[in-house]
């Protein structure tokens, strides 16, 4: 090949010029770098970032087989347990008995019994020893884990697999990752109150709940399972009050999600608000708690079928103590934002733990104003009910034992009215003047003419004027207190 004087191949060069190929590799170097947009390249790691959160998710084992084959496994074991066990060993291949692996705790639509729950699980264990893989390990781990509470009535059962599980884990000495993870955890498994032990491990080393799964060095999939509501009942019984911080009850939240269990939350959120030991994080717990659950004065989404007497107790009385801090918070928005008076918030504050419900009435302009204060926002709507007019003044409705009282912003005078006489329908009121049914003279209580003495009734109005206080604590005694 015949190079020039500047030792350049001839023939490239001819090639180069022939073709007009004349590339600056500057050039190409940024144009390769930018042959896609940054928003593309966003998409992209988005996309990948949401692939490894699947990935996450994903069960380890090995791949979970189809429904219908697990059906077929299970009438296939249920139907021929009952026959020669040597018959049964020949009719199930290693494939067979990997599938009814997953059939143990398959429930039939006609009802009929869970292989795991019931006297033929010792058959089923038999058949599955006989017929061993290592990475039977992890799926009888994940069955343990996800049928914990009903495997603690049924003991016998319960004995069999965590037997035969600790044996396998003690034994196995191969190098597959998987199967190792679960071999060095499944101490935390073994007994009865292992799920308390576990919570107490948690909070000693500082490790939050949400991040439970991090702990075990599993997928975040295993927190759905039923061994975590157990879990997650005694953390939040064993936490001592002074080391609970922002971190920990956002992460006790977080970990409620991703166990996506309606009874456990309503548990574990009743739990938290009667435990009294939030209280530095209350703010969390109560906006938390009404995002996962709802308004409490809906009292019918705070109900689950399939609680116990004393569950169901402990939810109500949770529901109640979280309405009295809202309304607490209510009556403080209303007598700082809506009127700024000291007097009469400090007075009804006394009575919070008394009200069973509060309602706001008034202008939308005033509807938007509280729509607007981030703390109340996301209540005001089950709450405020519009008058047709617009108008500067709102009341506030007060549903306390028997009775309804209605304060003004105006601050002319309170109303009290027997619960059975307020007729007013909240959702058609058309001016404030609806709610003031007593003419000017119909007095609940009223200085006499004679020093010391005050004329009650039960229903009317109270001024605010003087040393109102006085006169109004006249009327409770007589009235309102047991």
Known sequence: MQKNKSGKCLDMQNTKEILKWYLNFSEMKYAAEHVFSRETKNIVDISIHQLKELSERLPDGNKLPEKKLIKDVYFLFYNESNKEYQNLISLFSKRDTRVLVYALDYKPENGGEIILFSEKFGIARNLILDKWKDSFIISLWHLLLKNWNNLLVFQTQRELLTELLNSKCNAYDKTRKDILGVTRIISFFLTKDSPKEFAINL???????????????????????????????????TIDEKI???????????????????????????????????????????????????????????????LSSTQEESVESARKKLNILLNQHFIKVFFEKLVQDERRKKYWLKFIDKIDDIKFSGSRDNYRYLKNIESVSKYVDSRYKTTSRNQSTCALIIYSKNFVFVEFTDTGALYIYKKQNFKVNLNTIDTMEDLKSWPSHKYACKNAEQSGYIYLNEEGRITHQGYWESRFDSWMRKYYHD
């Open 244 to 306: 609970i911080t922002t971190e920990i009850t956002v992460s006790i939240y977080n970990f409620l999600q991703k166990h996506n269990n309606k009874k456990v939350t309503i548990i574990s959120c009743s739990q938290i608000i009667n435990s009294n030991k939030f209280n530095q994080t209350i703010d969390i717990v109560k906006n938390q708690t009404v995002a996962m659950i709802g308004d409490p004065i809906k009292a019918h989404l705070w109900r689950f079928n399939g």
């Open 203 to 237: 909070i000693k080393y500082k490790k939050l709940i949400s991040g439970a799964h991090i702990t075990l060095k599993q997928k975040e999939s295993i927190l759905v399972y039923e061994y975590f509501s157990s879990v997650i009942y005694s953390y939040i019984e």
